[in-house]
């Protein structure tokens, strides 16, 4: 099964970021593996409870959190057609939406 397929598998479940953390986690080693990524921009009330929602993960290293306007958000917007801040994606290696 792809990690697309897994994906999609985990979009059934009820807890679905659980999910899809696992799958993270467990391709983490994989030469192209999956990573979530944050999006967030200064001074917006929805990103500071984003980060805060998801401050542990984020410690952790599970979620990257991403500046909408640094080279590497700016890239992600482009490449996924991202309109809403902030986004929480799952992205693969070169920065492709997986689901």
Known sequence: MTIKEEAEVCLGEEDTLSCVKKI????????CSPKF???VQPDCEPCA?????FAKDIEAGLIKKVAFDSAEGVE?????????????LLLDCQNKSIV
Do not use: C, F, G
């Open 76 to 88: 992600i917007i482009k490449t996924n057609n991202i309109t809403d801040i902030p986004s929480l």
């Open 49 to 53: 409870s984003a980060q805060k929602k």
């Open 37 to 39: 990524v944050l999006l």
């Open 24 to 31: 993270v986690t467990r391709h983490e080693n994989d030469e």
